[in-house]
């Protein structure tokens, strides 16, 4: 049992920003950033694959409303998704969970390191993907 399933059932507080039959959202314990937004289903899965058509259905639906509410309380106008799957991902609770990280003006956020590499292998790979869906 991870630890957001203890806050899913209420033996360990949080602060509480939206609930729903299928999905919680609550201010992460150590924020990179004010208004640092944790939304997880309620169904406990580790990893996206993991989860259930439905219960990814309803983090989508109200992800838009939650980004609109940590925007209007933080005065924020950018912000990242970020969303880690296994250890090597950074992933360290393992239940689904979606950050919503506002980057403020005075730099606080989430740090990215982008090196985009060239698009090698491309049909073979596209066609591979495919084939697995
Ligand atoms: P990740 O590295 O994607 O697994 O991130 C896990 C996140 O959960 C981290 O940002 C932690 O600060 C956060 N976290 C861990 N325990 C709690 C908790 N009890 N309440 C709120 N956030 C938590």
Redesign the pocket.
């Given at each position: 049992m991870t630890?957001?399933s203890?806050?899913i059932d209420g033996e360990?507080?949080?602060?509480r920003v939206y609930e729903d039959e299928h999905v919680l959202a609550?201010?992460?314990?150590?924020?990179?950033s004010r208004g640092?937004t944790?939304l997880i289903p309620k169904m406990p899965a580790a990893t996206m694959a993991e989860l259930s058509d439905d219960a990814a259905a309803a983090m989508g639906r109200v992800l838009p409303r939650l980004c609109r509410a940590v925007m209007a309380a933080t005065g924020c106008t950018a912000y990242n998704l970020?969303?880690?799957n296994g250890a090597a991902a950074?992933?360290?609770?393992?239940h689904v969970?979606v950050?919503i990280i506002p980057k403020h003006d005075d730099g606080t956020g989430l740090d990215l390191t982008w090196r985009p590499d060239t698009l090698d292998d491309a049909q073979s790979l596209a066609t591979a993907i495919a084939n697995a869906m």
């Amino acid at each position: 049992m991870t630890i957001f399933s203890k806050i899913i059932d209420g033996e360990i507080p949080c602060h509480r920003v939206y609930e729903d039959e299928h999905v919680l959202a609550f201010l992460d314990i150590g924020p990179l950033s004010r208004g640092h937004t944790l939304l997880i289903p309620k169904m406990p899965a580790a990893t996206m694959a993991e989860l259930s058509d439905d219960a990814a259905a309803a983090m989508g639906r109200v992800l838009p409303r939650l980004c609109r509410a940590v925007m209007a309380a933080t005065g924020c106008t950018a912000y990242n998704l970020l969303q880690n799957n296994g250890a090597a991902a950074h992933q360290e609770v393992m239940h689904v969970h979606v950050h919503i990280i506002p980057k403020h003006d005075d730099g606080t956020g989430l740090d990215l390191t982008w090196r985009p590499d060239t698009l090698d292998d491309a049909q073979s790979l596209a066609t591979a993907i495919a084939n697995a869906m």
